[in-house]
């Protein structure tokens, strides 16, 4: 009778064990196959950095669409964020399983800071479905695929921050509905594309090794964020700029732009115009007063007088150029008053200012007026670069002799 007893216990432990066993079965068949298959390759060629524990949950006998970082609609994986989003999150390292491919309907595929390294998967242009790509601050390295150009619902491509080399396909700049790219911070050479987006917002390109001139249909107007700085660029751009209107972020500097800086720029919503390092020449001739928190145009070509209209700017760089003439009254008023913090003029060959030489210059405020065609009657301490000579030499001044 024991044994009886004992074979009956054991008989339904097995049954359950079978049943637990089948509704683990149910609960992985609730995904695509395909899917889970997938996301298995996925798992294999990545791993959490030391004090990460990101695929704690990734157990396949479990659903996949309860993992982390796994977002399902029905049987498909609609969105895969691979990696711990808090801040200070360690991150995963690996490599991108050419496998993201199979996943056809995914709609949003993102990766954490981290030390993932290879190449990004030629497949990730069959996920036709594709809205959102976002892989940077790790260590991906090679071209961007030619084939991304093939996700024509793409709408923001972040690649920022890796090792990226080549240049940047003209496929990427036909995706009609792109609205964010960001490729900043990669080893990219070559040519700017045509973006052909009239939907594009932001575009930041900087600190590469891009070279050539931006052509004036290559920029949407449609663009509120631009920054290219920090490249090779040469060329004018002054036609490029004169076609957008709403641009609320502009960084050009560090670069080989030239020709003439376009009044238009200073009408712009921007809080901060960064034209700095550049060979721009000619005149500056805002069109009415400027209400840009800081400009920037030093270290450029620029020539003429300067434009009181810059007076209501608190931030003026404008040394290192060819400006010529007296300093504007009305920008010492508002320096004296401690309405301009930093104003640099230094190294310019400018002839004048009227400023009183017992004048106090407010402690909040910056002046910088040496190396010009005159002896500075007041000033601040300049910045270390701008030297320690006074006076720009004679022989260097027309209308100055000293």
């Not at 996949?64 to 711990?84: I, Q, R, T």
């Not at 002839?351 to 009183?356: F, L």
């Given at each position: ?143 961007i695929p030619a084939t991304l150009g093939q996700l024509r619902v793409l709408q923001t491509l972040d690649l920022s921050y890796n090792q990226l080399a080549g240049g940047i396909p003209r496929s990427i700049g036909t995706i009609p509905a792109l609205s964010n790219v960001i490729l900043c911070h990669n080893r990219l050479s070559g040519s700017v594309p045509p973006f052909l987006s009239l939907t594009l917002t932001r575009l930041d390109l900087k600190n590469n090794d891009l070279s050539g001139s931006i052509s004036p249909s290559s920029l949407p107007p449609s663009l509120q964020y631009l920054s290219l700085s920090w490249n090779r660029l040469s060329g004018p751009v002054d036609s490029s700029l004169t076609r957008m209107n709403r641009l609320n972020y502009l960084d050009l500097s560090m670069n080989r732009f030239s020709g003439c800086i376009p ?140």
């Open positions: 009778m024991l044994k009886r007893r004992t074979w009956v216990a054991l008989a339904a432990a097995v049954v359950g064990f079978q049943f637990l066993g089948m509704c683990n079965l149910f609960a992985v068949a609730m995904l695509d196959p395909l899917d889970f298959l997938a996301l298995q390759s996925i798992r294999k060629g990545l791993e959490d950095l030391p004090g990460s524990n990101f695929f704690a949950s990734w157990d396949f006998t479990s659903d996949p669409c309860n993992f982390a970082g796994v977002y399902c609609n029905s049987d498909k994986v609609l969105a895969l964020n691979l990696g711990d989003p808090r801040a200070g999150s360690p991150g995963l390292t690996g490599h991108l399983d050419p496998a993201i491919g199979k996943l056809s309907a995914l709609v949003e595929f993102t990766v954490v800071p981290g030390r993932i390294i290879g190449r990004l998967p030629q497949t990730l242009s069959q996920l036709k479905n594709l809205r959102f790509l976002a892989v940077s601050r790790n260590f991906i390295s090679g071209d009044g238009r720029v200073f009408t712009f919503p921007i809080t901060n115009l960064q034209l700095q390092r550049n060979s721009f020449t000619g005149p500056v001739q805002p069109p009415s007063e400027v209400t840009i928190k800081t400009v920037d145009l030093s270290f450029n070509r620029l020539s003429g007088q300067i434009s009181p209209l810059f007076s209501t700017v608190q931030n003026l760089y404008l040394n290192n150029n060819r400006f010529i003439g007296r300093v504007p009254a009305t920008i010492v008023d508002r320096l004296l008053a401690a309405n301009i913090q930093i104003l640099y003029l230094q190294h310019n060959y400018l002839t004048g200012i009227e400023i009183n030489p017992t004048a106090s210059i407010p402690l909040s405020s910056s002046l910088c007026l040496q190396y010009n065609c005159m002896v500075p009657p007041v000033q601040t301490p300049c910045p270390l670069k701008a030297g320690k000579q006074k006076t720009r030499p004679t022989a260097q001044c027309v209308e100055w002799k000293g």
